[in-house]
């Protein structure tokens, strides 16, 4: 086997392709590669082969009521769209009757805010929440200020320490 594609087989584009983590340039080379030369096809059939082996063993299997959930919801879904109007212009006589059939499956939602609601108690929390954190900044602003302090007198206080011993 050549070095060049020994060396691009070894480098990780392969498992960047299969994985889909390559980049569009990369692709384009894999693919070319691909054509040229059959040691890559070849690495890449290994590579897809061993990952989906490396999938199965990894796999768990669903619940086994999952399938009957799938289906009776893919049962539901074609149940509600019987109902649905086949055409346009029927959607406004469908709505007319829709109002006048209380157990049709639908749900009426109204409501035209694009804003949330929330409890009032909620409003006073936040309040509070915001209101401490700006106590806490100023606490620590003021902490911080008072340590830079007193770090500074213990400077000063170094340096006339040492003025007074080598005056003596």
Do not use: C
Not at 129 to 156: D, H, M, P
Request: charged share 25%; no cysteine.
């Amino acid at each position: 086997m050549d070095k060049r594609i020994h060396d691009f087989i070894e480098s990780g584009i392969l498992e960047a392709f299969v994985t889909g983590a390559a980049s569009a340039n990369e692709e384009l080379e894999v693919l070319q590669m691909k054509k040229q030369f059959p040691e890559v096809e070849q690495a890449l059939n290994e590579l897809e082969i061993d990952m989906e082996h490396i999938a199965m063993r990894m796999a768990s299997p669903p619940p086994p009521q999952m399938w009957d959930r799938i289906e009776s919801e893919i049962n539901g879904l074609t149940v509600t769209s019987k109902h649905l109007p086949q055409h346009p212009g029927d959607a406004s006589q469908y709505s007319s009757q829709q109002n006048h059939k209380p157990d049709s499956g639908f749900i009426e939602v109204e409501g035209s805010s694009t804003h949330m609601r929330i409890h009032k108690i909620w409003r006073w929390v936040f309040a509070a929440v915001f209101v401490l954190g700006k106590i806490f900044l100023g606490f620590a602003i003021y902490y911080y200020l008072e340590n830079r302090q007193s770090k500074e007198n213990i400077q000063e206080l170094k340096l006339e320490i040492r003025h007074l011993k080598s005056n003596r």
